[in-house]
């Protein structure tokens, strides 16, 4: 049998490979349409969803894909843009910009396929005026810093741009309007994914005021002005210009976790999924998974509890890091070195927060270890330090782009006793 640590990798990485884009796109693509083509793509996962489109269908009429530093990839088509995420910048604001300009100039007969996925939001970038670039990164910046979950973080997100909340495809209408997604939200709300540019979307500019007031987010005047202003209101269901929109799901957390069931059960592993769409305090999860996992005892074949989803942290530190780290680290804190007991957890992008590493491992001697290293597990999370801990260690999961996107996964490995 293969190490725990090896076992939990080549788990992950099956798994994010089945929800690669240029294995979940084609098998979604209907026959390329009669008329005009064009794409715009948006997100991590964009590039490698427009390179299978291409692959597909052939060259495009012309489009434009933005996806962030480092996950582009040639396109024979498409123009690439590059932008940061999750704090927009210029380069997002020229590519929406550009975007907004191609879906206006279509007309009857013409089709725009939209290619979504997580990281959208950011990265496509077209504040309502009078809000500025400095406005919105302001906005955001606080968002992510104050733990709000990624459905609270597109509400506002629609609300303050002139491309999300089905604004997108209105500007397109009257052109067919064609979208797949890889979803990285919980429950695969069609609005939540890239905050919704073609599809319509149920909440109000009130909701997202609630969500600024209730996480203590100072609010410039520019927005106080646009979230007050009922003309400047995103796309409600019903709208006419919507009428001519597809909306399909190419791949979601959910199809990630069944493949993580077929990988460890071509390991001879009995699986347990605990939960597909988990949300929540990243610390708060990982105690409540170590208390599950200390009291379950496989008789004769290992068992591998899996679950997928997207947690949070309110950050309140300088140090380094992300969501996956700091649960491994509760997580380890709650099994007290069990010794039958590893696990997993990274992010399908790539990116597990902060840097450039997607996650870590860890297993019965983590805390052993850390203690040796003279690295205090409680101060590192409270720091939001959680990078320090697995890089001292070497159990850092880095993968570099992926090319996909379809949220996080969790592995706890759990060998029978003697």
């Known amino acids: 049998m293969q190490s725990p640590p090896d076992?939990?990798?080549?788990?992950?990485?099956s798994a994010v490979d089945a929800c690669h884009p240029r294995r979940v796109v084609p098998l979604a693509l209907p026959p390329r349409p009669r008329g005009?083509?064009?794409?715009?793509?948006a997100g991590k996962a964009a590039g490698a969803m427009a390179a299978a489109v291409e692959e597909a269908w052939g060259d495009t009429d012309g489009g434009l894909v933005v996806t962030r530093h480092g996950h582009g990839q040639p396109l024979r088509s498409l123009q690439l843009i590059e932008a940061r995420h999750p704090v927009p910048d210029e380069a997002?604001?020229?590519?929406?910009?550009a975007a907004l300009d191609l879906a206006g100039s279509l007309g009857q007969g013409d089709t725009l396929l939209v290619l979504l996925s997580g990281g959208g939001s950011a990265l496509l970038a077209a504040p309502l005026p009078p809000l500025t670039l400095a406005d919105k990164q302001a906005v955001t910046r606080g968002l992510v810093l104050s733990g709000a979950s990624i459905g609270e973080i597109n509400c506002v997100r629609r609300h303050l741009s002139a491309i999300k909340g089905g604004r997108l495809a209105a500007c397109a209408h009257p052109a067919r309007v064609l979208t797949l997604a890889l979803s990285d939200v919980a429950g695969d709300e069609a609005c939540a994914i890239a905050s919704g540019p073609t599809v319509a979307d149920p909440s109000t500019q009130r909701d997202a005021e609630r969500i600024l007031l209730r996480h203590g987010i100072e609010m410039p005047d520019a927005v106080r002005q646009v979230l007050a202003d009922p003309q400047l209101e995103s796309v409600k269901p019903g709208d006419t210009r919507l009428a001519t929109a597809d909306f399909t799901i190419v791949a979601r957390g959910a199809d990630l976790v069944a493949a993580a069931c077929d990988a460890a059960q071509s390991f001879r592993l009995n699986t347990l999924v605990l939960g597909v769409n988990i949300e929540g305090d990243a610390r708060q999860v990982g105690l409540a998974h170590g208390e599950i996992a200390r009291h379950?005892?496989?008789?004769?074949?290992p068992l591998m509890l899996l679950s997928g989803g997207e947690l949070t942290v309110k950050v309140t530190g300088g140090g380094a890091g992300g969501p996956n780290r700091e649960y491994l680290i509760a997580l380890a804190q709650a099994l007290q070195g069990h010794r039958h007991i590893w696990a997993l957890a990274a992010d399908t992008d790539g990116i597990d927060g902060s840097d450039a590493v997607a996650?870590?491992?860890?297993g019965p001697d983590t805390l052993d270890r850390a203690r040796t290293a003279g690295l205090d597990l409680r101060h590192l999370a409270d720091r939001n330090d959680s990078a320090q801990l697995?890089?001292?260690l070497g159990q850092e999961i880095v993968t570099g782009a992926t090319r996909t996107n379809v949220n996080d996964l969790r592995a706890i490995l759990i060998l029978p006793p003697g």
């Not at 076992?7 to 990485?13: A, R, S």
């Not at 997002?92 to 910009?97: E, F, K, L, P, S």
């Not at 996650?359 to 860890?362: A, D, E, N, T, V």
């Open 92 to 97: 997002g604001i020229v590519a929406g910009r």
């Open 7 to 13: 076992i939990l990798k080549q788990v992950f990485l």
């Open 390 to 392: 697995f890089r001292a």
């Open 296 to 301: 379950m005892e496989p008789a004769g074949t």
């Open 36 to 41: 005009r083509v064009f794409v715009i793509g």
């Open 359 to 362: 996650g870590g491992w860890i």
